[in-house]
């Protein structure tokens, strides 16, 4: 697909056709690397690692029953913690 250089501020920048972001998957403010080698410029995005929780949904509800999970007590919130 051909585009022109465009001036952006002090800068000269280039869009991304619309066709490409969807493909792509990108947003505002995802993060690319740009790279200048034999005459091309390459932008690639950056993949952000998933976060992911030191534990399972199953292995903190292990061993969890209506018997031992306190469900008939009820947790006392203080002033603090409510941000008063």
Same mark, same amino acid.
């Given at each position: 697909?051909?585009?022109? %250089? !465009?001036?952006? =501020?002090?800068?000269? $920048?280039?869009? &991304?056709?619309?066709?490409? %972001? !969807?493909?792509? =998957?990108?947003?505002? $403010?995802?993060? &690319?690397?740009?790279?200048?080698?034999?005459?091309?410029?390459?932008?690639?995005?950056?993949?952000?690692?998933?976060?992911?929780?030191?534990?399972?949904?199953?292995?903190?509800?292990?061993?969890?029953?209506?018997?031992?999970?306190?469900?008939?007590?009820?947790?006392?919130?203080?002033?603090?913690?409510?941000?008063?």
């Amino acid at each position: 697909m051909r585009t022109q %250089i !465009r001036k952006i =501020g002090n800068s000269l $920048g280039n869009i &991304i056709p619309a066709a490409f %972001i !969807r493909q792509l =998957g990108l947003v505002e $403010g995802a993060d &690319i690397e740009v790279k200048a080698t034999d005459g091309k410029i390459t932008i690639e995005p950056i993949k952000r690692p998933k976060k992911c929780f030191p534990f399972s949904e199953k292995e903190l509800l292990n061993g969890l029953s209506p018997y031992t999970a306190h469900a008939d007590e009820l947790a006392l919130v203080s002033a603090k913690e409510l941000g008063e």
